[in-house]
């Protein structure tokens, strides 16, 4: 079984923070590239930032360069995603996903991504 759990989703206000865990099983993340992604109510996928595999080159898009972070705990086969100075336009369902490639510099291109999680709901609002 190949599978991507997302969590730690939530209710925040504009400010504060969350961090996300993309928990794997099936497979080990170090040997695949991860990517955040989110989907806000009638617009399409976008990507967020990605980790690539083993070499761990991050990437992230303009809208949350400085304050999203996202990383690897090899251990517990976990990729993160800590947000911090979350945006009311953050409000989104966040996805993980996985792709066995991308070993220097990662592609936040949706297209490009095999392996999917089903999401967690980031909601930041007062």
């Known amino acids: 079984q190949f599978q991507l759990v997302e969590s730690g989703g939530g209710l925040v206000q504009p400010g504060g923070s969350l961090s996300l865990s993309c928990a794997a099983s099936?497979?080990?993340?170090?040997?695949?590239?991860i990517g955040w992604f989110r989907q806000a109510p009638g617009k399409e996928r976008e990507g967020v930032s990605c980790i690539s595999r083993t070499v761990n080159n991050t990437y992230y898009a303009d809208s949350v360069k400085g304050r999203f972070t996202i990383f690897r705990d090899n251990a517990k086969n976990t990729v993160y995603l800590q947000m911090n100075r979350l945006k009311p336009e953050d409000t989104a369902v966040y996805y993980c996903?996985?792709?066995?490639?991308?070993?220097?510099?990662?592609?936040?291109?949706?297209?490009?991504?095999?392996?999917w999680g089903q999401g967690t709901q980031v909601t930041v609002s007062s």
């Open positions: 099936g497979f080990t993340v170090d040997h695949n590239a």
């Open positions: 996903a996985a792709v066995w490639k991308f070993t220097y510099d990662c592609s936040i291109n949706v297209r490009e991504w095999n392996y």
